[in-house]
């Protein structure tokens, strides 16, 4: 099956610097990337998703890119600030019919410091 | 939102109960998940339903059962809980008609299993 790897597991920078995190994947027939953060004690909501047609895709200061030649996708927050704190986790779903049927990275913990 | 609901919040348990976790969604998505979330694993998938008399399993369905009472309901059972079975559990429901795949999550169960 799938298996997606994600890096760093815990990240810590300064308000207003940017954050890069980044997820591979295993299976080459994978099509969909989203991401979804959960804050403290929250459920975890999508915050952006890329689908394999697409190389980047940016939503004010958050930005996926991804490259499925070398079967990985990068989560970019700019001008970070304290509210961006929270646990990040990527996933990616194949297609056919297990289409969004989704498998998540390991998370990672964003700390943003003001 | 109250779109995904779970019952119950938190519950505690002994070793060997049969348990109970229930979710409802009012969103009208056709696909359902449960999965669980420990501590540097991220979320793993327990089972999955794309509609009502489709049940699949997912990479950890040992020791867990499912029932698709309606598209609206999904419930996960532990048929003897051991204390590895703690967790924060997650239900989640997605559009698989409309092309949109985000999921949407429940506000989570916690279940400690002493």
């Known amino acids: 099956g799938e298996n997606v790897e994600q890096h760093p597991s815990t990240l810590s920078v300064q308000e207003g610097d940017s954050a890069v995190i980044k997820c591979t994947y295993s299976?080459?027939?994978?099509?969909?990337f989203p991401w979804y953060k959960q804050e403290l004690g929250k459920r975890p909501q999508l915050i952006i998703d890329?689908?394999?047609?697409?190389g980047e895709k940016k939503d004010q200061r958050i930005a996926v890119t991804l490259n499925k030649t070398a079967k990985h996708f990068s989560l970019h927050i700019t001008e970070t600030q304290p509210e961006d704190s929270a646990v990040y986790f990527c996933?990616?779903?194949?297609?056919?019919?297990?289409?969004?049927?989704?498998?998540f990275g390991q998370g990672t913990i964003l700390t943003v410091h003001p | 939102d109250a779109d995904v609901t779970q019952t119950p919040r938190n519950r505690i348990t002994k070793t060997g109960k049969r348990i109970m976790l229930e979710c409802s969604q009012t969103k009208g998505h056709d696909r359902m998940y449960w999965y669980r979330q420990d501590p540097g694993l991220g979320l793993r998938l327990i089972y999955y339903?794309?509609?009502?008399?489709?049940?699949n399993k997912g990479e950890i369905s040992d020791g867990y059962s499912v029932s698709r009472q309606a598209q609206a309901k999904f419930s996960l059972s532990l048929e003897s809980a051991i204390p590895n079975q703690t967790a924060l559990y997650f239900c989640a429901t997605s559009d698989g008609r409309t092309g949109n795949y985000g999921y949407t999550f429940g506000s989570g169960t916690r279940l400690t299993v002493v």
């Open positions: 339903s794309f509609d009502v008399k489709d049940i």
């Open positions: 890329i689908r394999s047609n697409v």
């Open positions: 996933a990616a779903s194949k297609g056919g019919t297990s289409y969004g049927k989704l498998t």
């Open positions: 299976d080459s027939a994978s099509n969909y």
